[in-house]
C-alpha cells in the first residue's frame, strides 16, 4: 500500500490552535522527575471550576444570576449572586480533586478544613474579583494562590499552613473574564497566559512568558481617594499629571493589573486616612499578583516593605499595594519616602 507523509498546511485554516493547557501543565511536570502530579492535577481542577464560573458569567445577564446576594462578607463588603456562586464552584472542584487539605477564601469567614489529612497543598481564593463591575458588564476576575502545607501529611491542619508568607507560594494565578476569558499561572519559573476557546473547551497558549515592561505610562488609582491620601502619594500622582501618564483604572484589580502587565503601567490602592490599611486583601489579592508580578519582571511593595516577604497575622488582613512596573513603582516609592521632592 502506498502512503504518504502528513505535512501540516499552516495556510489553510487561518490559525493553529497550538498547546492547550492540559498539554502545557504535564510538559511542565516532565521537567521534574519525581514531581507526584498532583500540582498539575490541582491547576486542573481550577481550569475546570474556571470554565463553569465563566459559564455562568457569560449567563449573567440573561439567568437572573446579578444582583447583590443579599448578605455581607467578613470584610463587611455585600455579596454578590455571582461572588457566591464562584465560591461554591471553586470549593467543590477543590474538595472533590483529593489534593487541597485546606481553602481559604475571600467570601468566608473561617478557614475551610477539607477534612482531608492526606492533601499537600493549601489555596487561597479570592473567587470574583471586581464584583461590583458583573451587573454594569465590566471585566472581572478570579485570583488564586496555592501553597504546600508545612505540617505533616496525614495529620490534622495547622494555623502554620495557613498563614505562609507569600514568598512561600508554590503556584499563584488569576482568570480574567475581560472581552475573552484568560488564565495566567505562575509555579514560580515564568508567567504563561491562556486564552479560553469557548466553542472548544479550552484553554491554549497564547501569552508565552509573559514579561512586563520596566517602565509604562499608566497609572491606576481610584483617584477620588485624592483628600485621603499622603503628601507622598498626592505628589506622585501630580508627578503622572505632569508626564501626560494615561489614568486608567476599571475597579476590578485583576483587570487592572492585566492590561499594566502587557503594557507598563502601576497600580495603587493605597492607605488611607479612612483605611488606614488599604483595602486589598494579602491573602487573596496582594500575594498572587505579588508573585506573577516578581516572576514576570515587575515589582509588589506596600509602600515600603515587598508583598512577598509581608508574615499574614490574620486571613483576612489587608494591605497597602503598588504594583506594576520596576520603575514606576520604585518612582512612587521615593515620593512616598519623600525622597522627591515635588518641583
Ligand atoms: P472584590 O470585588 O474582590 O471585593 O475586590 C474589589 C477590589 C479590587 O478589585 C479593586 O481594584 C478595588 O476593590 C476597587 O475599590 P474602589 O472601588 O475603592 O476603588
Ligand atoms: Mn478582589
Ligand atoms: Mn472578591
Redesign the pocket.
Known amino acids: 500500500m502506498k502512503t504518504k507523509p502528513y505535512v501540516r498546511d499552516k495556510s489553510a485554516l487561518g490559525y493553529s490552535v497550538g498547546v492547550t493547557l492540559d498539554r502545557f501543565i504535564k510538559s511542565k511536570q516532565d521537567d521534574f522527575p519525581f514531581a507526584s502530579g498532583e500540582l498539575s492535577q490541582l491547576l486542573r481542577d481550577i481550569a475546570l471550576a474556571t470554565k463553569i464560573v465563566n459559564r455562568e458569567i457569560n449567563r449573567a445577564g440573561l439567568s437572573n444570576i446579578g444582583g447583590a446576594f443579599g448578605q455581607t462578607n467578613v ?1 463587611g ?1 455585600e455579596q454578590q449572586n455571582l461572588d457566591v456562586i464562584a465560591n461554591i464552584r471553586f470549593t467543590r472542584a477543590l474538595s472533590k480533586g483529593g489534593e487541597v487539605c485546606a481553602i481559604v477564601s ?1 467570601e468566608d469567614d473561617e478557614v475551610i478544613d477539607l477534612q482531608n489529612q492526606s492533601g499537600k497543598y493549601v489555596v487561597a481564593i ?1 473567587p ?5 463591575n458583573i451587573d454594569v458588564n465590566i471585566s472581572i476576575g478570579t485570583i488564586f494562590s496555592i501553597y504546600r502545607r508545612v505540617s505533616p501529611v496525614g495529620h490534622p491542619i495547622q494555623p502554620e499552613d495557613i498563614l505562609q508568607k507569600g514568598l512561600d507560594q508554590v503556584a499563584a494565578g488569576y482568570v480574567l473574564f475581560g472581552s475573552s476569558t484568560m488564565l495566567v499561572y505562575t509555579t514560580g519559573n515564568g508567567v504563561n497566559g491562556f486564552t479560553y476557546e469557548p466553542s472548544l473547551g479550552e484553554f491554549f497558549l497564547s501569552h508565552p512568558n509573559m514579561c512586563a515592561p520596566k517602565t509604562g505610562t499608566i497609572y491606576s488609582i ?1 483617584e477620588g ?1 485624592t483628600n485621603q491620601m499622603d503628601e507622598g502619594l498626592k505628589n506622585y500622582i501630580q508627578y503622572c499629571k505632569e508626564k501626560a501618564y494615561s489614568a486608567r ?1 476599571i ?4 483587570a ?1 493589573f492585566h492590561r499594566n502587565l502587557l503594557k507598563g503601567g502601576i497600580y495603587i ?1 493605597p492607605a488611607t486616612q479612612n483605611t488606614p490599611n488599604g ?2 486583601r494579602l491573602m487573596y ?1 496582594a500575594n498572587a499578583l505579588a508573585f506573577i508580578a516578581e516572576q514576570a519582571g515587575a515589582v509588589a511593595i506596600d509602600g515600603t516593605r515587598r508583598i512577598l516577604e509581608i508574615q499574614p497575622e490574620s486571613l483576612h488582613q489587608r494591605t497597602p499595594l503598588y504594583l506594576g512596573s520596576e520603575e514606576m513603582v520604585s518612582m512612587a516609592e521615593s515620593f512616598i519616602k519623600e525622597k522627591v521632592l515635588n518641583s
Do not use: F
Open positions: 470584610q463588603e475571600e479570592d470574583l474579583d471586581g464584583s461590583s481610584n481617594m483604572y475597579g476590578s484589580l485583576v487592572d490602592y483595602k486589598i489579592e
